[in-house]
Nanobody
């Protein structure tokens, strides 16, 4: 599966953005999906994840209550709605699809279980 992330940009603190991750080559209904981010000089960190049908969602504590992951399997797209953005949310955001057969409930936060990555989209939040 190929993933293409989009929707990043420059926004003021308190603003909102919606990121999209469009998949091609295979249906995303076959995959648990995640969003990660990487700020300059820092490791890539978990942001949010969704099971195949979107029934179970996971969030990093730092974004809980502000970010929402969703998916439209019919459109083969995953979204990340980001509200109340803070300067510390500034990073390159990546979407990813997991490796089939993973114990997703226990490992969704780990980059190791994701085999497919989009190219990233820059989010910059100004204070």
């Amino acid at each position: 599966v190929q993933l293409q992330a989009s929707g990043g940009g420059l926004v003021q603190a308190g603003g909102s953005l919606r990121l999209s991750c469009a998949a091609s080559g295979r249906a995303i209904s076959n995959y648990n999906m995640g969003w990660f981010r990487q700020a300059p000089g820092k490791e890539r960190e978990f942001v949010a994840a969704s099971t195949r049908r979107g029934i179970t969602k996971y969030y990093a504590d730092s974004v809980k209550g502000r970010f929402t992951i969703s998916r439209d399997n019919a459109k083969n797209t995953v979204y990340l709605q980001m509200n109340s953005l803070k300067p510390e949310d500034t990073a390159v955001y990546y979407c990813a699809a997991d490796r089939p057969g993973t114990n997703f409930s226990g490992t969704h936060y780990s980059t190791d279980i994701y085999d497919y990555w989009g190219q990233g989209t820059q989010v910059t939040v100004s204070s």
